[in-house]
């Protein structure tokens, strides 16, 4: 059962929980669709009827956030671990690699990408890779063309939010062998090193909101939508 959050779906499933019925939809041939939930889209979302639907109608919407969980607290949800959109790309390479489905890479800076899959291909050993495009390339005809001959059963797709989301829509008809689809926002930028990860130590008090802030204070105006999203949960109480 998904709860809402001031309209917006979210997910309680685990990672595995999601692995495992991704697995059963992926035997029925049905198309899936992930999509991480922090407070900001939440917030986004209040004032863009699109975006909110957009987040609605993915399969799974990911707790990504510490503020989502609190959230759940207040509410008496099921919420109480965070999925977060890079573990879960994570946990989904291992399943590509496992059960032997072909990944694409869509999505950051070119130097970037490239970093990343070659810290993939090091990471997990036999992943199949169908292939990769950076996200700055836009003959969208030409991507396509090139995902359909890669043989790719599951696509992550890093241009941000919520144009990812957007490009997932546009496409996902076109795409009829993909039965996988993340958005994965700055994951790729994490996986090549580029974007450190806070400590362990914060991640596990929920506070990676606060070591990002420290160590890049442009993010504020973004974080803000933190105490906002809160704010206004307590108030519909
Ligand atoms: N990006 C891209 N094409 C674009 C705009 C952005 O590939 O036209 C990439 C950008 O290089 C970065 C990622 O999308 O790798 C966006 O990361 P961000 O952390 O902003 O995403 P969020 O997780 O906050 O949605």
Do not use: C
Request: glycine share 8%; charged share 30%.
């Amino acid at each position: 059962m998904k709860e809402q959050y001031l309209g917006v779906n979210v997910s309680p499933l685990t990672y595995e929980g999601i692995i495992d019925s991704l697995r059963r939809r992926i035997e029925r041939n049905e198309q899936s669709t992930i999509i991480a939930v922090n407070p900001e889209k939440v917030m986004t979302a209040q004032d863009d009827p699109e975006v909110k639907q957009l987040i609605n109608e993915a399969t799974y919407q990911i707790a990504d956030g510490v503020g989502i969980l609190l959230a759940s607290k207040l509410k008496g949800g099921n919420i109480d671990s965070r999925v977060t959109g890079v573990d879960m790309m994570g946990r989904l390479l291992l399943f590509a690699r496992d059960e032997d489905h072909p990944v694409y890479f869509y999505g950051a800076k070119r130097d970037v990408l490239d970093r990343a899959i070659e810290a993939i291909e090091r990471d997990y050993p036999r992943i199949p890779i169908a292939g990769a495009t950076d996200g700055y390339f836009d003959d969208e005809e030409a991507l396509i063309q090139s995902i359909n001959d890669s043989g790719a059963r599951i696509i992550f797709v890093a241009l941000g939010s919520p144009k990812q989301e957007l490009w997932i829509k546009r496409n996902m008809h076109r795409l009829p062998n993909v039965l996988v689809f993340q958005g994965v926002g700055g994951s790729f930028d994490v996986f090549s090193g580029e974007v450190k990860r806070a400590p362990e130590a914060f991640r596990k008090v929920g506070m990676e909101w606060l070591y990002r802030l420290a160590t890049d204070p442009s993010r504020l105006k973004r974080q803000l939508n933190l105490p906002r999203f809160l704010w206004r949960i307590i108030r519909t109480k």
